[in-house]
């Protein structure tokens, strides 16, 4: 499994590689650890999409 590279526009298509990239990852998760990684990973998202306003 190899992290999705993410373009600078961010289109649905990044979108689409990261839930891909990401049902992969959470399939031998507890509920509670897809939670947490989905917030860490939605913060990241957040900031980044802030710097480019």
Do not use: Q
């Amino acid at each position: 499994m190899v992290r999705p590279e993410i373009s600078k526009d961010f289109t649905m298509e990044d979108i689409r590689k990261i839930r891909e990239y990401n049902s992969l990852r959470h399939i031998n998760m507890s509920p509670k650890e897809i939670i947490d990684d989905t917030r860490r990973g939605a913060e990241r998202i957040l900031n980044m999409l802030e710097k480019r306003k």
